[in-house]
């Protein structure tokens, strides 16, 4: 493995922890994840024990670089295989294709408000060894991989409802789809699985919710779940894994509103606006957020459209939270300190389009599951050909 730039914003920069409309000229403003009372518990389950931390200011690895998947549209998330040492990942199925059952090809806007994607299973080098095609699920932004035996159980949304664009709401071309429900289904290589086939499961944990995606931390073997809540905030929760798969969602071990990161620049004054969350992922008490945008992006700040990831940087954030506080950790610094959580990373930044997409926990000896890494996906190349890599990050930090 080899190294890439790793970057953090300067000594200079200020660290403000506050609610979710702070500020500041130059600041990470990140909005504090209070629990939701929809959801049961509050962060501070004593069930969550202690366990090792990602050091998030790590150098970090390039593991694959630049590998195609199976369709051409841009990854949107991934997960590994630990015992079997595969890597599945997630795209919205390109357009112009057939499909069995399809009397026609069906057209790139169609497929993305349909909510239909394609799973590519690699190998640990990003040969690709199988695909399946998922048809009404949703958008991808978080897969979740369950091996038994020589057998991958897939967790992803389903139930795809199609929503405006968060980038481009006014554009119907734009639509894209968004789960209302779980799923937990076999991989099996060439297959179109539908929305509502037979014998699939779904689950829908909290009545009344939407918005579903899930990440399983194969190190203490739970599910991690995002959904949006009745009141329309982002919710995160953690369950056993072993529970989850009967249907038993009233007994999570922690359950958080999720934490924005709302307002992002450093000295001197680079503005990174407000990065989109593209992963997550949960090992032992520790949720991981990464938050950050293509290449060029412009968001309307101050009432003026700014370009919030320049090429070469990026606003590319990693954030570890606490999940028995609620908290980052560790906690943001003093002023003029370096801002070490939200951790900025300029890893991959030699990629000529560079999103960030998704968080991935690597095991690299399931003899010793304590032993984690966490990968993180970048999406490049050409539209209509793009292309996936994932560099990774393995510095620990025991319990004290």
């Not at 403000?16 to 509050?42: D, E, L, Q, R």
């Not at 139930?159 to 119907?172: A, C, E, L, W």
């Not at 179109?192 to 918005?211: E, F, I, K």
Request: hydrophobic share 35%.
């Amino acid at each position: 493995m080899t190294h890439d730039r790793f970057t953090h914003p300067s000594r200079r920069s200020l660290l403000a922890w506050g609610g979710a409309g702070a500020f500041t000229a130059a600041a990470v403003s990140i909005g504090t994840g209070t629990a939701s009372a929809a959801t049961h518990p509050t962060p501070g389950s004593a069930l969550l024990v202690p366990s090792p931390r990602l050091d998030l200011n790590s150098a970090s690895d390039k593991w694959i670089r630049e590998k195609p998947l199976r369709d051409s549209t841009i990854l949107q998330s991934f997960g590994y295989d630990n015992a079997n040492g595969h890597i599945y990942l997630a795209q919205v199925t390109q357009g112009g294709l057939k499909l069995a059952g399809e009397s026609a090809a069906v057209s790139a806007t169609d497929r993305n408000r349909n909510g239909d994607l394609t799973i590519t299973k690699w190998d640990l080098s990003g040969n690709t060894l199988g695909y399946m095609y998922l048809r009404g699920f949703g958008h991808g932004m978080s897969i979740g991989v369950e091996p038994a035996g020589g057998t991958a159980y897939l967790w992803t949304e389903t139930d795809g409802q199609t929503v405006p664009d968060p980038v481009h709401p006014k554009d119907p071309e734009k639509e894209t789809s968004r789960g209302r429900r779980l799923a937990r289904f076999p991989f099996v290589n060439g297959r179109v699985l539908d929305y509502g086939s037979a014998g699939l499961a779904t689950h829908q944990p909290v009545p009344g919710t939407s918005t579903y995606t899930a990440s399983v931390d194969p190190v203490y073997g739970r599910l991690a779940i995002r959904f949006r809540d009745t009141d329309g905030a982002f919710v995160f929760q953690v369950h056993d894994l072993d529970l989850a798969r009967l249907g038993v969602w009233t007994q999570p071990l922690a359950s958080l509103r999720e934490p924005s990161l709302t307002a992002v620049a450093g000295w001197p004054l680079t503005t990174y606006g407000s990065p989109f969350l593209q992963g997550y992922a949960v090992v032992g008490r520790y949720l991981y957020m990464l938050h950050g945008n293509s290449y060029n992006s412009v968001q309307n700040i101050n009432g003026q459209d700014t370009v919030i990831s320049q090429p070469g940087v990026g606003n590319t954030f990693i954030t570890s939270v606490n999940l028995t506080t609620g908290a980052l950790d560790p906690a943001p610094p003093v002023p003029f300190k370096e801002t070490v959580n939200p951790a900025h990373t300029a890893t991959a930044y030699t990629l000529d389009y560079r999103e960030p997409e998704g968080l991935g926990v690597y095991v690299p000896d399931p003899a010793k599951p304590g032993v984690f890494q966490i990968g993180m996906g970048f999406a490049s190349g050409d539209a209509g050909a793009r292309v996936a890599t994932i560099y990774g990050k393995a510095g620990l930090i025991q319990p004290s």
